[in-house]
């Protein structure tokens, strides 16, 4: 696997090829550079340890017998995607000057290098470094928890995360290798060279304090560095037993697989709403985007597999037209493959997002017709500037394989009625818990569109092949789900 933010690993060579009496000049202009780089990143780092700090508290907080919300969920994959980011290129910066550590007396006038250079570029190199392992041991309150270090593992594509990507990031950086080069990185530091100027030293102000104010620089210089990080054998036991939980977790999935994919293929007939042309320009003229729509079917055996009375949900993206005005196309989200090509599925008619056994995959309303109950649910609680936000993290599970544990905490794979789990985070969701996980069914999603506290409102409801009255809609609606008013 690349190593995110990598590839700039040779810039610190380019001083280096120019001619002897250009080299000072090509190093102090690519020090410049460097420092801009690096102010923000420092700033970002300070800020990514204070929402880490945050998240944990909030963690410690909350109901340790219900699952994670979709909002800390979200916060959880952005924050590790964000991270993962910050710290290649924090790593390439350090990686960028450390050669300059190694440089002795000799070498600095053979190369006709300018000793205060040399010791601003070991500055910056050393700045990156600290901060790079002061994000690392921030991370390890997220690592040292089970059961968050399972979820920021597991692979997503919507977030662009690999499976594995933090222990693996954790493995390296506590590596002796890389803290030997943090070693040397520090004492090049300490060893300033002689005679360095005020103006020198007003100059590397900035860069002093990044270094003074930083935790690892504080354990190295005393060296305790190794007392704040765990060992080799914590973190190979961790993986081990974060290994036996995937092992469980993949024995129900695969078991799940293999029983849902065989009585998948059972269909004993069509659904009563199949190629009902009044029902389906009914539907298109009545739906909006992001309306959920539940269905039933009885006439596939997996439906009688299923808790409750509906087997399915999905989410109505809208139409090309409905999107483009709201600027979803615009949005900087939506920029670059895969989500150029969702526009042109959308415009050709797949705009019904739903997790099959397949995947999660946009299809057109006419394909999920092919069914004898059908509802129609709109959010009641949806802010205008929820919208667009909401369909983005809609078309952003797409190509998600299908959860066949059953898991609304894992981001990477998704079921059906986990979408709206984590397209509407700002609902309060029912889930249940079922063989050390938690689980959200169809009719749980239902539940939201009944009694004075519904998230969402009932719109159509089409039961046995026909439409129910909108007087008579939800009280039959209410009974079928089987909750009553407040109960939910």
């Known amino acids: 696997m690349k190593e995110r933010g990598s590839g700039n690993e040779s810039g610190s060579r380019d001083w280096r090829a120019a001619p002897a009496e250009e080299r000072n000049a090509r190093l102090a202009s690519e020090l410049r550079e460097a420092a801009a780089k690096l102010d923000p990143l420092v700033t970002l780092s300070r ?27 979200r916060q959880l994959r952005k924050g590790s995607r964000r991270y993962l980011e910050l710290q290649g290129r924090l790593r390439d910066l350090a990686v960028r000057y450390e050669p300059l550590a190694d440089l002795v007396a000799d070498e600095l006038r053979r190369l006709q290098l300018d000793p205060t250079l040399r010791y601003a570029g070991v500055g910056l190199g050393t700045a990156a470094a600290l901060t790079l392992y002061d994000n690392y041991l921030s991370l390890l309150m997220i690592m040292k928890d089970p059961r968050l270090r399972r979820l920021v593992n597991d692979p997503d594509r919507g977030y662009g995360i690999e499976e594995d990507e933090l222990s693996e990031l954790v493995e390296r950086l506590n590596s002796k290798s890389n803290r030997d080069r943090l070693r040397k990185l520090v004492d090049a530091w300490d060893d300033a060279p002689e005679g360095l100027s005020e103006n020198a030293a007003s100059a590397l102000e900035p860069i002093r304090r990044t270094i003074e104010s930083s935790v690892s620089y504080r354990y190295a210089h005393e060296q305790t560095l190794e007392a704040s990080l765990p060992t080799k054998g914590r973190i190979r036991r961790a993986h081990f037993l974060d290994r036996l939980n995937h092992l469980a977790d993949d024995a129900v999935g695969t078991v799940s697989e293999v029983f849902g994919n065989g009585i998948g293929l059972v269909e004993t007939r069509k659904g009563k709403l199949w190629n009902q042309e009044e029902v389906r320009r009914k539907v298109l003229d009545t739906l909006q985007p992001l309306d959920l729509l539940l269905e039933k079917t009885p006439f596939r055996l997996t439906d009688h597999f299923i808790p409750g009375h509906f087997g399915h949900v999905a989410i109505w993206m809208g139409t090309e037209a409905e999107l483009d005005a709201l600027g979803v196309w615009k949005q900087p989200a939506m920029q670059g493959e895969p989500f150029w090509g969702y526009r042109q599925e959308v415009a050709d ?37 929820q919208v667009v936000p909401s369909l983005i993290r809609g078309f952003e599970q797409v190509g998600k394989e299908y959860d066949f544990n059953f898991d609304v905490e894992t981001t990477g794979t998704i079921v059906c009625s986990e979408l709206p789990y984590h397209v509407y985070p700002h609902i309060d969701w029912q889930t249940e ?56």
Do not use: C, W
Not at 61 to 70: C, K
Not at 433 to 448: C, N, Y
């Open 349 to 385: 008619g797949h705009s019904v997002l739903e997790a099959l056994r397949s995947g999660v995959e946009l299809n057109t309303i006419r394909q999920f017709l092919n069914v004898d109950d059908l509802a129609i649910l709109r959010p009641k609680t949806l802010a205008p500037d």
């Open 47 to 73: 800020s990514t340890q204070d929402e880490i700090l945050q998240f944990r508290e909030r963690y410690e907080e909350r109901d340790a017998n219900a699952p994670l919300p979709p909002v800390m969920l």
């Open 433 to 488: 818990a079922q063989l050390g996980r938690f689980t959200i069914s169809p009719d749980d999603v239902a539940a939201q569109a009944i009694g004075e506290q519904a998230a969402f409102e009932l719109i159509l409801f089409y039961h046995d092949g026909r439409q129910v009255e909108p007087d008579a809609a939800l009280r039959l609606f209410t009974d079928l789900v089987g909750q009553v008013g407040d109960e939910t």
